[in-house]
Nanobody, 127 residues
């Protein structure tokens, strides 16, 4: 079992950068593949990025790969999402998710691949 708590969201103007964090507690963080998803008002939850347990492999949604960077610090049990040049269409609740000891692959773009979810952090971008 792992507990995930996101932070770093807020109300910001278009063009600025944000770094979201996801603090994990419980089982060994370094054994989890991790992902970020987001859900905008009235829309389904969508994949943003995923990272392997070691951090050496990543996947990104095509819509974000230029501006978003996923990373992790296993020593701090923390997952990050750096978002640059924020746009109003980035407005959403951002969730982190974890899967224990899975073999990292493109399957991790699917929400169903993850066993654990945080409560989300709201990011609102004004134009």
């Amino acid at each position: 079992q792992v507990q995930l708590v996101e932070s770093g969201g807020g109300l910001v103007q278009a063009g600025v950068s944000l770094r979201l964090s996801c603090a994990a507690s419980g089982r060994t963080f370094s054994r989890y593949a991790m992902g970020w998803f987001r859900q905008a008002p009235g829309k389904e939850r969508e994949f943003v990025a995923a990272i392997s347990w070691s951090g050496d492999m990543t996947y990104y949604a095509d819509s974000v790969k230029v501006r978003f960077t996923i990373s992790r610090d296993n020593a701090k049990n923390t997952l990050y999402l750096q978002i640059n040049s924020l746009r109003p269409e980035d407005t959403a609740v951002y969730y982190c998710a974890a899967d224990f000891l899975g073999t990292f692959s493109s399957d991790y773009i699917s929400a169903g691949r993850y066993n654990y979810w945080g409560q989300g952090t709201q990011v609102t971008v004004s134009s």
